[in-house]
Every structure is written in C-alpha cells, then in structure tokens.
C-alpha cells in the first residue's frame, strides 16, 4: 500500500512517536523520466566514494518499490545524502531493477528540486557528487511544483563508429559517465522495436548499454530519439542519453553547438562546449575518437507527490531504520530534536 501525504509541519515532541515504520519518499518527473528521492541529508556520505554504497537499500527493495503495479512506479531511485568536500549533497543512484547507476541527467535535476522543495539546500547553484564525479546543477524555480534546471554533465568521450543493431542508420558509441550507443538515421521511430535491439546494441558496445535511436527533428526540434535504458527498459526520456545523442549528431555534422531534442516525454537542450566557445568539430568527427568538454543538460522538473510506502512492501527485507528516520527529518516530517542522538550514533558508527 502507497499512501500519498501532503506536506505538514514538524510534530512536536511526545505528541506522536518518534517516526513511522513506513518509508518517506518524494516522486519527481523530468520530461517523463520519473524518479522517487529518499532525502537523508544528515546521513554521512557513502563509504568509498560516491554512489558506491548499497547498504541502505537492497537490489530487492528497490525494485518493490519501482515496480509500477505493485509498487510506487519509477525508472529509478535516488538516496540524496550529505555531500563531502566541495559537494552539497551525495546521489547514490538505483536503476528500477535495482542495480547501481553512475549517472542520469533527469534524476539529478530532480535529486535538486527535492531538495529546494524540502528546504535542504537553498535555489541555487547545487553541487552534487555523483559516481561520475562532481555536478553542478544550476536550478530556478517555476511555477508551483515545477522548476527549469541546467546541469554540467561533464564531458562526453566519444568512442568509435560500431556494427549498427538497427538497419539504415550508423552508430557509435559515447561515454557520458554511462555508456551509449546512438544509432542515428532517418528511420521511422515509432516502428522500431527497441527491446528487440537489446543484445546486438550490448555485443557492438562490449557490454550492457543505453541505446538510443536518433532522427533528424521533424516538429521543431534538432532531433528525436527513443532510448532503451540499461537496467530500466524503455523510458520516456534520458538526460545522459540525450547529451550521448546531441555529441554524436554533432560529430557527424548534423547539428550545431545548442541542440534541442525531442524525448517521447518532452523537449530537453544540450549545450555542447559550454563556457568555452563552442566545442571543436573535429574532436571525434567522423571514425576520430575525441572528447567534447562542457556539456550541459537543460529542462523542466516537476514534484507529483509525497509518499510514504508502506512497510507491507519489504517483507522478509526490512528497510534500515536509519533510512526511515534520515528521510522524515529530511522531508520534515520530524525535527531534529525529536529524533534528539539517535541519527547522530548512526552517523558516527558509520563514519567509524
């Protein structure tokens, strides 16, 4: 059972119990990219570097809780901790059948409206540290629940041309902290049989991979796509995807340094060589492998519902008590003081 909750105030000591048994999450949409954020600001940072650790949630749990008919339904789950040095906050990235990602433009857009909207950092520029390394995300807010925001993704390292799994078009591959394969042509995207594609696109990257299937722009945009993302499945949008698209297409001379790109579920820009005049063409045209720095990723954002699910969900699989009581202080369900040593001994014993 899912409850959905609307915000309130923080409840006063001895007027209730110290937290419920149920999970607090936030459920956000960027483009159609749907994501639940369980916001555990005072939790330390995970062991190991960054979105490394899996010990607050299992495989299992996560996708219980992404599972769109007996579950909350997501493409994924984000646990936003405490950042470290040169860091606001810390992504640790669920793909919806539970494996860890390194990356995802949309979920990190709305990782930072959680937290805007929860009063946890301020409208801002954000930095968050991600498996992929340090990102900044630059937020505004928009009207009620929504907000546009820009995020450096960090470079976009293009790999060699590969055996396309989709006739009549030519693919490469790209690595925007996530691996990709964009298969580019001028074919009929609501024909194409994207899980069909699964097994030829992972045997040309080497590997399980995001595929996306990329035509010239017909309805205003530079281009369109549809994704198939590792871990997850088809999806309405993908940010990493959308960048893997644009610096490809840009490679190959079919768009310019700002490109528009149409997902199924809405209309994301990247810049290419963001803050440094444009990036050169010949880094990776053609067959040439190259790097292009100072990409950026920018679209809407959108808060659907607080929710707390019910711990029915985890049976046999009880969510860490820690995650519980980190995410009502941090969606402020409870104070700090109400929760008074409790999370201060977890947070120690785990920096210990």
Request: glycine residues 16%; proline residues 6%; aromatic residues 2%.
């Amino acid at each position: 059972m899912v409850r959905a909750a609307a915000r309130r105030p923080s409840r006063a000591a001895g007027r209730a119990p110290l937290h419920r048994t149920g999970l607090p999450l936030v459920k956000l949409e960027a483009a159609g990219n749907d994501f639940l954020v369980a916001l555990v600001p005072l939790l330390p940072r995970a062991t190991g570097g960054s979105g490394t650790d899996q010990r607050l949630l299992t495989p299992a749990q996560v996708r219980a809780v992404c599972d769109r008919r007996r579950g909350v339904g997501a493409d994924g789950l984000i646990v936003v901790r405490r950042g470290g040095p040169g860091a606001d906050l810390e992504m640790v990235l669920y793909n919806a059948d539970g494996s860890v990602a390194e990356m995802s433009g949309n979920g990190i857009r709305c990782l930072v409206h959680a937290a805007v909207m929860g009063g946890i950092v301020p409208p801002r520029t954000v930095r968050v540290a991600t498996a992929a390394g340090l990102r900044t995300v630059a937020y505004g807010p928009a009207e009620e629940g929504s907000a546009w925001a820009r995020v450096d993704m960090g470079p976009v390292r293009l790999g060699p041309e590969v055996v396309s799994p989709l006739p009549g078009t030519r693919a490469r591959l790209a690595d925007v902290g996530n691996p990709h394969l964009v298969a580019a042509g001028d074919v009929d995207l609501d024909v194409v049989d994207l899980e069909s594609l699964r097994a030829a696109a992972a045997r040309a990257a080497g590997g399980p991979v995001n595929l996306e299937v990329v035509r010239p722009g017909r309805s205003g945009a530079d281009l369109e796509l549809r994704v198939l993302e590792r871990g997850v499945g088809e999806t309405l949008s993908c940010g990493t995807g959308t960048c893997a698209a644009a610096a490809v297409a840009y490679a190959w001379g079919m768009v310019g340094d700002t490109v528009t790109v149409d997902n199924p579920g809405g209309r994301l820009e990247v810049r290419l060589g963001a803050g440094g005049g444009g990036p050169e063409r010949g880094g990776g045209h053609g067959g040439e492998l190259g790097t292009i720095e100072g990409v950026e990723l920018a679209g809407p954002v959108r808060k659907i519902a607080d929710v707390e699910v019910d711990p029915a969900l985890f049976v046999g699989a009880e969510v860490d008590p820690a995650l519980v009581v980190g995410a009502e202080v941090g969606m402020g369900l409870v104070d700090v003081a109400e929760v008074g040593m409790a999370l201060v001994d977890v947070a120690d014993h785990e920096d210990g």
